[in-house]
């Protein structure tokens, strides 16, 4: 399994930032993409496999999910960037869990002590995480997703194809906007 580490992926983060500013400034960019929800068809998202426990919920499936809309969030908790998302991500769930809004987040661990459950348990007490989270020490699910950093964002409609994904932090509004187009398009329950 091929991953950038996080000081590779910062770097990277950083140079595109850069590169933004001298073509021409980002904030114009930014404000477009609010107002687009770039959204684009991935293909189905794969089933979780592999999950050694699941946390604040019974075991799901993305089957099981059919009808919600879902976002697959690939995270650990010494990740700074992951730890920088979770306000988002804790504030989305608590938004727009009674419209069909589900999330799942997949803790998979970047160093031995984050195998551990209970060291995964007080991470989510620690940062208010209500919604399910399934450890995948084994990365089985990392590898069905073809995953390669954290935090890793991949949002499926409700019929469970993948319509957006994002890697590392940022673009906050733009998720949000298309976590709000997914559950417009959602039927009735």
């Known amino acids: 399994m091929k991953m950038l580490s996080r000081r590779a992926f910062s770097g990277l983060a950083v140079g595109s930032s850069a590169l933004a500013a001298a073509v021409g400034g980002a904030w114009p960019v930014r404000s477009a993409l609010a107002a687009s929800p770039g959204l684009r068809d991935y293909g189905k998202a794969p089933e979780f496999t592999g999950i050694d426990k699941w946390l604040n919920s019974e075991p799901l499936t993305m089957q ?3 009808g919600k809309v879902v976002l697959v969030d690939f995270w650990t908790y010494s990740c ?3 730890i920088r998302t979770l ?3 804790v504030g989305w769930y608590e938004k727009y869990k009674e419209r069909g809004f589900v999330v799942v987040g997949v803790h998979s661990p970047e160093f031995a002590y984050e195998k551990s459950t209970r060291n995964v348990q007080d991470a989510i007490q620690r940062f208010g995480i209500r919604y399910p989270v399934a450890q995948d020490n084994g990365f089985s699910t990392w590898k069905a997703y073809n995953n390669q950093y954290w935090p890793t964002f991949y949002l499926a409609d409700s019929n469970g ?13 733009e998720m949000e906007a298309a976590i709000e187009a997914l559950l417009a398009r959602r039927p009735p329950a």
Do not use: D, S
């Open 64 to 66: 099981g999910l059919a």
């Open 80 to 82: 700074i960037n992951c």
């Open 87 to 89: 306000p988002y991500v």
């Open 161 to 173: 194809q993948v319509m957006r994904r994002h890697f590392g932090e940022g673009e906050y509004a």
